[in-house]
């Protein structure tokens, strides 16, 4: 065989392709469809997770001879199953939400970068300026808070005289304990 027919492949392997990949692509708008907004919104770190094995078990399926489509069809329906339940079960359960989600955290507090939550969320000052800057502020002290949200991005709420204990958005943010106690607007 030259190389010409080894990576044109058999119309047998290009047809079986065709059909697998439509399939799939109509199993997944279905299982989307079916699952809600959640699965193609802003991603917490758990949602991308599952997005990316459910391209994987996808490409598995279409691509891949040892991965017959149907076992593919099975897993993702399963994978999609699980997560759909799991979010179910997290709003039910304080404790589970707990457990598998993040927190968002506090990054500055009324213009002052937060080091230690900084170098634990791996967050530069550079990346909180930008965050900064397209919220239209020009200093770190014109923000009373910059928050990195479960998805990934942050958030910029605008300078005021506003305690922490008195924003009720705040309340599931980690934050130093110390801002908690004496944080008076």
Known sequence: MDETADWFGNWNDIADTAVSAVLFYILIVFLVRLTGKRSTSQLNNFDWIINITVGSLAASGILLDSVPALRALVAISVIMALQYLLTRAVLKFDWLARLIKASPT????????????????????????????????????DANWVVLETDGRMTVIPRKELALQDAETMGNVDAPADIREKDTA
């Open 106 to 141: 506090m990054l500055t507090h009324k213009g002052e970068y937060l080091d230690e939550a900084m170098r634990e969320t791996r967050i530069s000052e550079e990346e909180i300026c930008s965050a900064l800057r397209e919220h239209g502020l020009t200093d770190p002290a």
